[in-house]
């Protein structure tokens, strides 16, 4: 792109046109730059939305620099602590944390919502064995709209409701499938008697042959980390999930395209890649290499599960994680695992080296999330799975308030052109000759 003339905001968009200015309830103010190119005939321009806010919107804040993450105000240190991860659904989708008599509710019409219809198990014998889960995951919530046509009108919080509970209800019993399907064992059904992640775990690591006894700090450190995914703000794959909802879209369809953002290494990825990552690592005294590969300019190695768009100060969830990581692998017996000693010596030296300080890169919720997935038993090609299961609900959240939105219209970015400019086909332009 070649810079044509510089504009002091201050003083020459000034003296174009007024732009208002809009404050939110915390955080920075925005320019309102709408009437923008009818005063001016010039758009703005901002690839990677670095200084765009897209929405405006009641659920998630973020202060990337003070290390601030609330859901509905509370921080998400007290939701972690006190709450679990259904009243923490219940307080993204109505903006309240629930009552008792809310919770028994809600919870049991999640809980009767967890079977999907015996048909979509079709869907997954379409899949070979050795598709990556979220290939299937982007295949199957896709296809719930197919089963639920119901409930499909937009317009109607009925229906709304619906959806989201439904969404929020399926898609664990959905991720358990992948894995199943991936491993050639049984699809285990989902029981009504079991709370949502005791039920997930069964149906995740269990078998028709033996009784499963989930371990209560295993489900509750489950439990933290679906809560730390809920939802964090106009990400790209919330935002993927807004701008594919805005043309009217089904909300099974806009949900599937924040599965399909999500799975790039960039963003839901990485925890996958994190492990990966650790694997090709593969021991400690190599660390030094690879820490040299991800500070050289010339090698596109990076450090995955560190660094963050929004956070350059220590990312809040990665903190409560990192303390789940070692509630998990004491309660597992695993802190003296090669793997797990290796990524704790990774950190601290990471954390230790001036290339990373500098840059504020801090580990995120990706590197920790990873290494408890492990110790789980989780395998690593399912880690993006586990975290499109703690972020459906705040994809709903996000879709069910756009839609909400009386003033709501469809996303169409603009851009700046840089192709050729009008030409014609050549005359004697024949290339079947
Ligand atoms: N390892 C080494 N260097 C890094 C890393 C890293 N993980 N992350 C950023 N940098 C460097 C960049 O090379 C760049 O250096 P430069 O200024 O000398 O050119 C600088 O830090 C800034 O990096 P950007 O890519 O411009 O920062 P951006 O905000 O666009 O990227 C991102 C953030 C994508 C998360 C990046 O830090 C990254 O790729 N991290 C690894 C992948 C990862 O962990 N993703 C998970 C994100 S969290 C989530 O989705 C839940």
Not at 38 to 51: A, I, L, N
Not at 53 to 78: K, N, V, W
Not at 329 to 352: C, P, Q, S, V, Y
Request: hydrophobic share 40%; aromatic share 10%.
């Amino acid at each position: 792109m070649t810079t044509i003339r510089s504009l002091s905001l201050n003083e020459n968009v000034h003296s174009l046109c007024e732009l208002p200015v809009l404050s939110g309830t915390t955080g920075p103010d925005v320019i309102n730059v709408e009437a923008l190119y009818k005063q001016t005939g010039m758009f703005t321009y901002d690839p990677g939305f670095t200084s765009t806010a897209s929405c405006s919107s009641t659920i998630t804040y973020i202060d990337g620099e003070a290390g601030i993450l609330l859901y509905r105000g509370y921080p998400i240190e007290q939701l972690a602590e006190k709450c679990t991860f259904l009243e923490v659904c219940y307080l993204l989708l109505n903006g309240e944390l629930p009552t008792t008599s809310e919770m028994f509710k809600f919870e049991s019409t999640i809980t009767i919502h967890t079977m999907v219809h015996d048909q979509l198990t079709n869907f997954f014998k379409g899949f070979r064995r050795d598709a990556h889960p979220m290939a299937i995951m982007v295949g199957v919530v896709g296809a719930l709209s197919a089963f639920y046509h119901d409930a499909l009108d937009i317009k109607s919080k009925n229906d709304r409701d619906i959806s989201a509970i439904r969404l929020i209800a399926k898609v664990p019993t959905i991720v358990a499938m992948c894995h199943k399907y991936s491993t050639g064992l049984p699809f285990m059904y989902p029981q009504n008697k079991l709370s949502y992640v005791e039920n997930f775990m069964r149906m995740m690591l269990g078998t028709p042959c033996d009784d499963f006894a989930p371990n209560p700090v295993l489900v509750r450190a489950l439990d933290r980390i679906l809560i730390l995914h809920a939802d964090h703000e106009q990400n790209a794959s919330t935002s993927t999930v807004r701008l594919a909802g805005s043309s009217g879209a089904n909300p099974y369809a806009c949900i599937t395209a924040g599965i399909a953002c999500l799975w790039g290494a960039a963003h839901g990825g990485a925890n996958e890649a994190v492990l990966n990552m650790l694997k090709e690592i593969g021991d400690v005294s190599h660390i030094p290499k690879y820490i040299a590969k991800a500070k050289d300019k010339n090698d596109p190695f990076r450090l995955m599960g560190f660094g963050h768009r929004v956070y350059k100060n220590h990312d809040p969830r990665a903190k409560l994680m990192r303390t789940t990581c070692h509630e998990v692998l004491t309660e597992l017996g695993l802190h003296d695992n090669n793997l797990f000693k290796l990524a704790l010596e990774l950190e601290r030296i990471a954390l230790e080296d001036n290339y990373f300080i500098e840059k504020k890169l801090y580990p995120n919720v990706d590197f920790y999330s990873g290494i408890v997935f492990h110790a789980l038993g989780i395998p690593s090609n399912m880690f993006t799975a586990m975290f499109a299961m703690g972020r459906t609900v705040g994809w709903i959240a996000h879709w069910a308030e756009m839609i909400a939105d009386p003033d709501q219209k469809i996303g169409r970015p603009r851009q700046l052109y840089t192709g050729a400019t009008k030409r014609d086909v050549p005359k004697n332009h024949n290339t079947s000759s």
